[in-house]
């Protein structure tokens, strides 16, 4: 959450220059029919036109508002990122909701924080779902309809992938969705801790989200809603508050007992492995970095969704817990998927989602084999 506000500069800068072409004074044209006034999450009234013009969205928001909505069809453009993870042919998203594939691509290669407003004018969305005030004040001044999301600095409540979940839902008009899906998560987090009983030792977890271009890691810390997630897993995040950024030689320092890498840092356990800078690392030495798993919704992080959180801990739990914890990743990610998608994965994708190639020569491992 450190960077945000820079990359949301950035994004507002190009909405700004946007702006020179379609100033203020140019309004949507809304479609015809009785409104209905939800409020977004930062309390600003949006009106919603009947019948629904359908979803637009910038990135990260796309799957969870599915989770939500269970159907593409209101669905009508989508953030340029989104769009190139779903034409990914690895894409277990796009296997799931085959109507993804068929969105306008011109609009959704173009549709980004900078990007083309003329489209999303001429496209008349019934919403958009955007992050920060700052950039949904100009698009409400065209008169487009914004749910912006606003960034927290500091730790996110659990609570606030339900209070997302509530947001879609007020927005289609439906109801019952948000609730079975965070009974859902908190059902896995009960049995976690049922199955981890009293952990009395915590080893400490350095998990990776990105690799900087000095070589330096964007590491998670204990004050922040990931570093919960360590804890509710039955570790314990390094020794700082929020997200730090660590040189090898900090790294080294802080002597993690296990390594977590996302699939941003674009880096494997065998890079770990094969530098002789961190031969001497706890890690290393018994053989415990690991690739995270990427699961269905995003392609960059398994844990951060209110479907795949409590699977991203119950994977870390059987790494650095496997004498009490039982061998059932396989099963409950199945029955997940099947429950919450509708959809029967297969052996491959599974191996794929766990990264077992990536994570074959690390310990204990073999436990997520089929």
């Not at 008169?143 to 609570?159: D, T």
């Given at each position: ?11 507002f ?44 969205f ?152 990105t ?16 570093g ?80 795949e ?29 099947a ?9 491959p ?15 204990g ?6």
């Amino acid at each position: 959450m450190a960077q945000a506000p820079a990359v949301f500069c950035v994004c507002f800068g190009g909405v700004c220059l946007m702006l020179g072409l379609f100033p203020p004074g140019l309004s949507h044209v809304a479609p015809n029919g009785p409104f209905r006034t939800v409020l977004d999450p930062s309390g600003k009234p949006v009106a919603i036109a009947s019948p629904y013009g359908g979803s637009a969205f910038f990135a990260p928001f796309l799957q969870e508002y599915l989770l939500v909505s269970q159907e593409t069809g209101s669905v009508v453009a989508m953030s340029a990122s989104d769009f190139r993870y779903i034409n990914h042919e690895d894409s277990l998203l796009a296997k799931i909701y085959p109507g993804l594939l068929h969105l306008n691509e011109s609009i959704s290669r173009r549709f980004s924080p900078a990007g083309n407003l003329e489209a999303m004018l001429q496209l008349r969305p019934g919403a958009i779902f955007a992050y920060s005030l700052s950039y949904a004040e100009p698009l409400r001044r065209l008169g487009l309809p914004v749910i912006s999301f606003p960034i927290i600095r500091g730790k996110i409540p659990q609570s606030d992938y339900y209070r997302h979940a509530l947001q879609y839902e007020r927005v289609l008009g439906i109801t019952g969705r948000a609730d079975e899906l965070w009974k859902r998560f908190q059902a896995g987090f009960a049995r976690l801790k049922a199955e981890l009983g009293d952990v009395t030792v915590r080893p400490r977890v350095m998990l990776a989200l990105t690799k900087q271009p000095d070589n330096s890691f964007q590491v998670v810390g204990g004050g922040e809603l990931l570093g919960d997630f360590l804890y509710l897993a039955g570790g314990r995040a390094l020794d700082n508050a929020g997200r730090a950024f660590l040189n090898p030689e900090q790294v080294m320092m802080q002597n993690p007992d296990v390594i977590l890498l996302l699939s941003l840092t674009e880096l494997s356990p065998a890079d770990f492995y094969s530098d002789p800078r961190f031969a001497s690392l706890s890690a290393v030495r018994s053989r415990r970095v690991y690739k995270v798993p990427t699961g269905i919704l995003d392609s960059q992080t398994f844990p951060n969704n209110i479907v795949e959180s409590p699977l991203f801990c119950e994977w870390l739990a059987e790494l650095i817990h496997p004498e009490v914890m039982p061998r059932d990743l396989r099963p409950v990610i199945r029955s997940t998927y099947a429950a919450v998608f509708g959809y029967t994965i297969s052996n491959p994708e599974l191996d794929r989602i766990l990264s077992l190639n990536a994570n074959a020569a690390s310990m204990g491992y073999r436990r997520f084999e089929q």
